[in-house]
């Protein structure tokens, strides 16, 4: 897979040698932070960190011998099958492996040569630095890619390092944080190479199943399977201005392809990564999700809600307009429809004291009408997910439904708000798939273990509203309405004519008084 070169001119195959010459010594304020190395990297972002006295053989993040307890958390750790002794310059392969043999694995002439020039060249011995860092106050693993070794590119020494980076973030019950940089897998060592893709994201579930963080910056270049493991993988995903990422490296692209499709803004576009943050904003970008994502993390299932172990539910808003009910079910509506009324911007801000968002569906797109992330409330954490008054789109559904489970696996309650008309029903929303995003959106919220409160703050429009209203904690203000359809498409399906759109409202019974009445909601929020 094609990279570039580490001095921003085009460089050969990820693994090959990259530059035959030293680059020039650039000093990092005035390097592009794209092409830091993984040093510079680690100290844009970190207070301070500490790495292995002796690369990977202490046992500290980045090491081999961090995990050897049994034989199961030996190879999970990165301990080959069949055992064998560690190599005595701590390199992290058993003597004798492949990756220990002249010319690696596949006895490619010339890669024991093209490593020792990277090792000369960039003073690491291996494509990776792993660390355990302080953040802003906060420890994390941190995992710097090393562009200038070969590309950034993985080969088996890498992948046991982040194996190992992977146990001991599990180990102390900490997130990772991945500075991502690379071109791919190594072409050198072939499929030994491609195989710890399978490895990376074997360690990727079990830190996501013990409800530990995983965090990824994503650098110029980050692409092949770097990009589909430790970048895409993360459960936030944030990019430096810039960055090619893509699956495809610059060499392998179809001929003419449009070079936005592989850039961080082009996949902020689409989806696929929650910011693109500046070098100098991010040290504090990372400070603010590492306080917000800050958990013990689960070894086990989490508790049933109710449970003592259980976090305690979000309290609902106060509403933000006057506490009058009203009279009639076309009040309600007119009332809700009323484009002064407050929307979901203004809830947030009088909710939270600070909050960040994630951004898109993973799936290629993103709905700007729902707002999805983290936010602080009196010294906590409370996940959201705010519909903004639109007709909500398919990627707004599968937003939320991914912002509702990684709230869960991280043990952090959640507040919706309910305010749409309905689901977007054009010809492009079905070919995008309302349906299957809507059921994913139920079954988000039927299986999520930490509870959700919901407030409905305007229209709750048939099912593109129930989807994200909590069927035991729905809360409603007085300007809303929840109605099994629009009473002006009642009155049409039911052939009725104009004069009686305002009969069939109240017929519905949709005002907040009557939803109460019905059980629909628990309660009508009242004004502090």
């Known amino acids: 897979m094609p990279v570039e070169g580490p001095a921003g001119g085009v460089g050969p195959e990820p693994g090959g040698d990259v530059l ?3 680059p020039p010594v650039v000093p990092p304020a005035a390097q592009p932070a794209a092409r830091l190395t993984a040093r510079q990297a680690i100290e844009l972002v970190a207070d301070s960190y500490v790495e292995p006295a002796s690369p990977d053989a202490t046992g500290a993040p980045g090491t081999q011998a961090a995990e050897q307890e049994t034989d199961a958390e030996a190879e999970v750790a990165g301990k080959p099958e069949g055992g064998g002794a560690t190599r005595p310059d701590g390199a992290g392969a058993p003597v004798g492996s492949p990756s220990d043999r002249p010319d690696g694995p596949l006895g490619w002439h010339g890669y024991d040569a093209a490593r020792e020039r990277a090792r000369a060249r960039t003073g690491e011995d291996e494509s990776v630095v792993t660390a355990l860092a302080t953040i802003g106050g906060r420890q994390a693993v941190l995992i710097s890619f090393e562009f200038g070794f070969l590309g950034g590119s993985l080969g088996e020494r890498t992948g046991d390092r982040l194996v190992a980076a992977y146990t001991q973030a599990r180990k102390r019950r900490l997130p990772i ?6 071109g791919g897998s190594r072409m050198q060592e072939g499929m030994r190479a491609l195989t710890q893709l399978q ?13 530990l963080p995983q965090i990824a910056v994503l650098r110029d270049p980050t ?4 990009w589909a493991t430790l970048g895409a993988g993360a459960d936030v995903i944030l990019a430096l201005p810039g960055a090619q990422i893509g699956f495809a490296g610059s060499r392998v692209r179809p001929k003419g392809a449009d070079p936005h499709a592989y850039s961080a803004e082009g ?11 500046p070098p100098d904003r991010l040290r504090d970008t990372l400070v603010r999700w590492l306080q917000l994502l800050e958990t013990t993390g689960r070894s086990d299932s989490p508790a049933e809600p109710g449970a003592e172990s259980a976090p305690e539910a979000a ?17 309600a509506v007119v009332r809700a429809r009323d484009a002064r009324r407050p929307r979901a911007e203004a809830y947030l801000r009088a909710y939270f004291d600070s909050w960040e968002e994630v951004s898109g569906d993973r799936c290629g797109g993103v709905d700007t009408g729902m707002r999805c992330g983290f936010g602080h409330r009196d010294g906590r954490t409370i996940a959201f997910a705010a519909q903004c008054g639109t007709a909500t789109r398919p990627a707004g559904f599968r937003t939320a439904a991914r912002l509702i489970r990684l709230a869960d696996r991280l043990g952090i309650p959640v507040l919706t708000l309910v305010d749409t008309p309905g689901a977007a029903n054009d010809p492009e929303a079905e070919r995008s798939g309302a349906g299957a995003a809507i059921a994913d959106t139920f079954a988000a919220l039927a299986s999520v273990r930490v509870p959700v409160t919901s407030l409905l703050i305007g229209e709750g429009g048939s099912g593109g509203a129930l989807a994200l209203a909590a069927p035991d904690r729905l809360w409603a203000t007085p300007d809303s309405y929840f109605s099994v359809i629009a009473p002006e498409l009642a009155a049409a399906i039911l052939k009725r004519d104009a004069q009686q759109v305002h009969d069939t409202a109240d017929q519905l ?5 009557d939803l109460l009445d019905l059980g629909i909601i628990r309660g009508i929020v009242a004004p502090t």
């Open 223 to 226: 692409t092949g399977g770097g």
């Open 20 to 22: 035959a010459t030293p």
């Open 267 to 277: 996949q902020l576009a689409a989806g696929h990564i929650d910011a693109v943050v």
């Open 177 to 182: 944080v991945s500075l991502v940089a690379t």
């Open 315 to 331: 309290p609902p808003p106060h509403p933000l307009s006057a506490g009058t009910l009203p009279e009639t079910g076309w009040e």
């Open 509 to 513: 019974h949709i005002r907040p008084q």
């Open 199 to 211: 490895r990376v994201a074997r360690q990727s579930t079990l830190n996501r199943a013990a409800g």
